[in-house]
Nanobody, 123 residues
Framework: QVQLVESGGGLVQADTSLTLSCVAS????????MAWFRQAPGKEREFVASINWSNAYQVYADTVKGRFTISADSAKNTVYLQMTSLKPEDTAVYYCAASISSSSRHKWDYNYWGQGTQVTVSS
């Protein structure tokens, strides 16, 4: 079992930065693929970025590539999402997720989810 707790969301202006954190706990932690998804009102939950815990391989959605960076700190069991040049269309609830897959952009491949943290970007 894996437990995920996100933090760091808030209300920010466009073209500013924000960093989200996801603290993970549970057994066999190092075997999981970690990712961030987001869901805006009335829209499907979408993939943002993922990182393989064992080799740090990262994958990004085209909409955030070059602006967002995912990273992991194994000593703190924490995954981060550094978001820069934020846009109003980045407004959503951001979720941390864990998967036993080696790489996936699909929400149905993720076994564990956090409760989400709201990010609101004003223009």
């Amino acid at each position: 079992q894996v437990q995920l707790v996100e933090s760091g969301g808030g209300l920010v202006q466009a073209d500013t930065s924000l960093t989200l954190s996801c603290v993970a706990s549970g057994r066999t932690w190092g075997r999981y693929l970690m990712a961030w998804f987001r869901q805006a009102p009335g829209k499907e939950r979408e993939f943002v970025a993922s990182i393989n815990w064992s080799n740090a391989y990262q994958v990004y959605a085209d909409t955030v590539k070059g602006r967002f960076t995912i990273s992991a700190d194994s000593a703190k069991n924490t995954v981060y999402l550094q978001m820069t040049s934020l846009k109003p269309e980045d407004t959503a609830v951001y979720y941390c997720a864990a998967s036993i897959s080696s790489s996936s952009r699909h929400k149905w491949d993720y076994n564990y989810w956090g409760q989400g943290t709201q990010v609101t970007v004003s223009s």
